[in-house]
């Protein structure tokens, strides 16, 4: 079983900076790749970033390439997206995700395990 927490949401305008983390609880948290999603009001919920369980291999969805940074601390058992020059589409509810089977989790319907979600809010 693994629980995963979210934080470091908040509102920030057009431009700045935010840094998400994402806690997580259980022994095998090392073994598995770990994603970030989000989905804003009347969108279905999109793939952002992912990282292996090793942390040496990244992937992003186009629309944060070059702005978004994943990264993992094993010893702290933390995921986390730093994410900079950010704009008024990327405001939506930010969620940390496991897919058990896949090495960088991408595809939201074959998550196993959802935390309970971060709201990031840019002003434009």
């Known amino acids: 079983q693994v629980q995963l927490v979210e934080s470091g949401g908040g509102l920030v305008q057009a431009g700045g900076s935010l840094r998400l983390s994402c806690a997580a609880s259980?022994?095998?948290?090392?073994?598995?790749?770990m994603g970030w999603f989000r989905q804003s009001p009347g969108k279905e919920r999109e793939f952002v970033a992912g990282?292996?369980?090793?942390?040496?291999?990244?992937y992003y969805a186009d629309s944060v390439k070059g702005r978004f940074t994943i990264s993992r601390d094993k010893a702290k058992n933390t995921v986390y997206l730093q994410m900079n020059n950010l704009k008024a589409e990327d405001t939506a509810v930010y969620y940390c995700?496991?897919?058990?089977?896949?090495?960088?989790?991408?595809?939201?319907?074959?998550?196993?395990?959802w935390g309970q979600g971060t709201q990031v809010t840019v002003s434009s």
């Open positions: 990282i292996n369980w090793s942390g040496g291999t990244t």
């Open positions: 259980g022994r095998t948290f090392s073994s598995y790749g």
């Open positions: 995700a496991v897919d058990k089977e896949a090495n960088i989790p991408t595809m939201w319907r074959l998550v196993d395990y």
